[in-house]
């Protein structure tokens, strides 16, 4: 009763503690409107439910910027190419490939657009020049544009090529394949492999030609942006040191140094082989040789077989010999479609023979096959040191007429426009916000005014129920008392009535039954008027009766009733009727007549 009234008690101060909660709310909630009417702060901000999208405006030294929001000024920047691609059918050859400046097909912000190449299985290119060309001088090189794999992606690029200034960039009409460029960086794959391209090209000091650098790949591997169809930032950061940086969504995926990360390095080896340099005829590179002196033994015989019969092998009594392991199905019957003319002639399948099943064996009997002890096989001489081995020949070395030292690869060729220029198996590719400066703080700004209010929408729509529910409790914390009162509570008062009686009870029950087994006081009994006891020799079930006729017969002579409740406050006298019987309830005695 006293654990009920409690629990009570406890339910009572909680609700009370809710409606407490409740009305400091509401009343704190009106006197915010009251205040809200009365004064107005420009430190209050409005709570707003959608993220609200403006085109990206850069701030900082820019070469080069592109948001697609504006589709007049789009179509005064980018230029279709209408050049066709060299050594390759007229068919496939043009550049028919479809552009569109649309809305994404999901989760876009409202007024963002991009370029999407529309089509697949065909060439596509377009270009649109930089303000001014980027000169690599003693400023980095960060360029920076958004892709969105709408489709996904099978095979294909959709990557970005940094055209080199030149006369082969005057017209951006010819952009094809073979357009010089400085820089090509972004995604690609086909495929399991996946890459994400850095390659420029260097100018030989020597002789002026170009070769193509490739980056190592990244240790990771970058497939998440290939298959989720959600919008990735790529970054490509270049510094006049040398070292460089790539970026996926803000995170750096891969980085090193132009001198020593990439395929085939830039400077070429000091020494190669002499290429007019011969190996003698002489030359001996045989570590190991037969032994010359080495002679077959006479009792060699290299034309012995592997295996033959076994010779102390004897058929099974019960061999069936003429029986064969295979016969014609009897139960098989000729398709009625039979054609004897077209089929041939009909046979029945043939089954294993079910007389050999009970047998060791069926048809003709021969004896198992057993390895030859004479069998040696090809005799061969042992091999020995070879006595005129000179090692394995390479050819000497001499200083490589082509030897060149860059020390500085970040010093490449200017680059005036960038360009896509793509094949995919997949369309629905989308472009976005490209920007080129100097200044990384400058793209991230760009960044966070684009792609960054993308991802952010993109996180609130993915926000499940319980994130929800956290983020606004956060916002709201006096919440957490109200979910430990109203769920953590209930649930600590379940378990106290479930398991904390029942194991009270177990536990008293306990007790109760410990107290019959002992002579110890239990809790019931009145500890005020105890009084020593004495423990009696063991008495027979009959003399307990006696004394209890006695006791009857005694009370009666009085004119009284026995008074049991008093006997039942006094000492309890354990009364065992013999070793190993259960004690016996106590009563008081009185000493027995004769």
Not at 232 to 248: C, E, G, M, Q, S
Request: glycine share 4%.
């Amino acid at each position: 009763m006293k654990k009920r009234q409690i629990s009570f008690c406890i339910i009572g101060i909680v609700f009370l503690c809710l409606v407490t909660i409740s009305r400091s709310e509401v009343e704190e909630k009106d006197n915010d409107d009251d205040d809200d009417v009365v004064v107005s702060t420009e430190e209050d901000e409005p709570v707003v439910e959608d993220i609200i999208y403006t085109s990206p405006t850069p701030s900082g030294n820019v070469y080069f910027t592109e948001h697609f929001d504006d589709i007049s000024q789009f179509n005064k920047k980018w230029i279709l190419s209408e050049a066709k691609k060299e050594d390759i059918d007229d068919d496939i050859a043009k550049y028919d490939g479809k552009w569109e400046v649309e809305a994404p097909e999901k989760n876009g912000l409202i007024g963002d657009l991009g370029l999407v190449l529309k089509s697949k299985a065909k060439h596509a290119a377009i270009s649109a020049r930089l303000d001014r060309p980027f000169k690599f001088s003693i400023k980095p090189f960060i360029v920076q544009y958004e892709v969105t794999l709408q489709e996904g992606q099978e095979c294909g690029g959709a990557y970005i090529k940094l055209l080199t200034h030149g006369k082969h960039t005057a017209d951006l009409r010819q952009f094809h394949d073979k357009t010089p460029y400085t820089i090509m960086f972004g995604p690609d794959k086909c495929g399991n492999d996946h890459k994400l391209h850095f390659i420029f090209r260097h100018k030989n000091p020597l002789n002026g030609t170009f070769s193509e650098k490739h980056c190592k790949k990244p240790k990771e591997r970058l497939e998440e942006p290939f298959k989720d169809k959600l919008p990735h930032l790529y970054t490509l950061i270049i510094r006049p040191d040398n070292t460089f940086a790539i970026k996926v969504d803000h995170k750096v995926v891969n980085e090193g140094n132009l001198l020593d990360d990439f395929t085939p390095p830039v400077n070429p080896p000091a020494e190669i082989d002499d290429p007019e340099d011969k190996k003698p005829e002489d030359w001996d590179e045989r570590e190991k040789i037969p032994d010359p002196e080495a002679r077959k033994p006479d009792d060699w015989d290299e034309d012995a077989p592997a295996m033959i019969p076994d010779p102390i092998a004897t058929k099974p009594d019960n061999w069936l010999e003429d029986e064969p392991e295979m016969i014609p199905d009897p139960n098989a019957e000729k398709p009625e479609d039979w054609d004897a003319d077209m089929d041939g002639d009909w046979e029945a399948p043939l089954i294993p023979n079910p007389r050999c099943e009970s047998a060791p064996g069926c048809g003709p009997w021969q004896p198992p096959q057993i390895n030859n002890p004479d069998h040696k096989g090809k005799w061969r001489a042992p091999l020995i040191d070879n006595p005129n081995y000179k090692g394995k020949w390479k050819p000497r070395r001499i200083p490589n007429p082509d030897f060149f030292e860059d020390r500085n690869p970040f010093k490449m060729t200017d680059i005036a426009a960038v360009g896509l220029e793509l094949w995919s198996m997949s369309n629905m590719i989308l472009f976005d916000n490209f920007i080129i400066t100097d200044d990384l703080s400058v793209s991230e700004t760009w960044a966070a005014e684009s792609f960054d209010l993308k991802r952010r929408k993109l996180d609130k729509e993915g926000e499940s129920l319980f994130s929800r529910l956290v983020a606004y409790t956060n916002e709201q914390p006096w919440l957490w008392a109200v979910y430990v009162i109203v769920i953590g509570l209930p649930i600590v008062l379940f378990l106290t009535f479930c398991c904390g009686s029942s194991s009270q009870e177990k536990e008293e029950q306990r007790r109760a039954a410990e107290a019959k087994k002992t002579d110890a006081v239990s809790p019931d009994d009145d500890i005020g008027e105890q009084k020593p006891t004495k423990v009696t020799k063991s008495k027979s079930q009959l003399e307990v009766q006696e004394e209890e006729e006695e006791e009857e017969a005694e009370a009666g002579a009085s004119g009284g009733d026995v008074d049991v409740n008093a006997d039942a406050s006094k000492p309890e006298e354990a009364v065992s009727d013999g070793a190993g019987d259960a004690p016996r309830s106590p009563k008081k005695h009185t000493p027995r007549k004769e």
